[in-house]
C-alpha cells in the first residue's frame, strides 16, 4: 500500500477515493472499503483512502478529543488488509481547516487527487466551519465529472455502528460487544517498556506495553492474549489503565 503525506499539485492519475478517519475501522468503515474496492475495480481505478492526523478534534480541543481505538500504525495495517492501494494522509493543521468546502473540491479533490469516484459517509462534512457535505459534492459532481455516492449507516443489533459505539462498550467492559462492531476481536498494541521487575520476583514474567497515546479505550483486569513480533500468542492477564506498582517488602 502507497502511503502519500501531502495533495500534490497535479493528481498522479484518476482515483476512486472515500474520505474518513477510520477510527478502529469497524464493520461501517468496512463495509465502505468493500465498496471502494467494487467501485474501483469496475472503473480500472487505483482503492484510496483520504485521512488525517491527527483526528480534527484533536487538533481544536484536545483535552475533549475521544480516546483512539487505533494508532496510525494499526489504522493502516487495517486499511492495507482491506484492499485500499493508496493512503493520502493529510496533517491536519490551522491551513487545512481554514479551507473552504469549495476550494476543498476544487484544489484538493479534483485538481490535486483526481478524483472520479468518490465515497463519504451519509454525515459527512468538510471545509472550512465544517460548510460542505454531501449535498455540495453532488451539486458539484456535474461540473467536475466526478460520481458521487453517500454510505448508508450500517446498523447492528438496531444501532448504528460507529466507533463512539465501541468506545461505549469498550467503557462499560463489553469486549465482546466491541468485538461485534469491531468485526474481529478488539486488540491494542505497543512497545514495550523496561519496568522495575518486580513482577518475575513473584514468579512470573511481565511486559510492560507503552501505548502511543496513553490512553486506553477500556480500564480493568482482562484475560487476553498476548504476542511478540511474529511469535505464536501467549496466554496472560493484562491490567488496563493507570499503570500499578508493586512494591517490594
Known sequence: MQ?????VDAAISPVALTIGNFDGVHLGHQA???KLRSAASARGLPACVMTFEPHP???FAPDQAPVRLTSMREKLE????H???RVHLCRFNFALAQVTAQDFIDRILVRGLGVHWLQVGDDFRF???????????KAEAPRHGYEVEAMPTVVLDGKRVSSTAVRE???AGDVAKAGRLLGRSYSISGRVVRGDRLGRELGFPTANV???HNRPPLTGIFAVEFTRGNGAPLQGVASLGVRPTVKAR
Open 3 to 7: 502511503i502519500l503525506r501531502s495533495v
Open 32 to 34: 465502505m472499503l468493500a
Open 57 to 59: 478534534r484533536e487538533f
Open 78 to 81: 487495517l486499511l492495507a488488509q
Open 83 to 85: 484492499g485500499v492501494e
Open 127 to 137: 471545509g472550512a466551519r465544517r460548510a460542505g457535505d454531501i449535498s455540495m459534492l
Open 169 to 171: 462498550a469498550l467503557a
Open 210 to 212: 507503552q501505548m502511543k
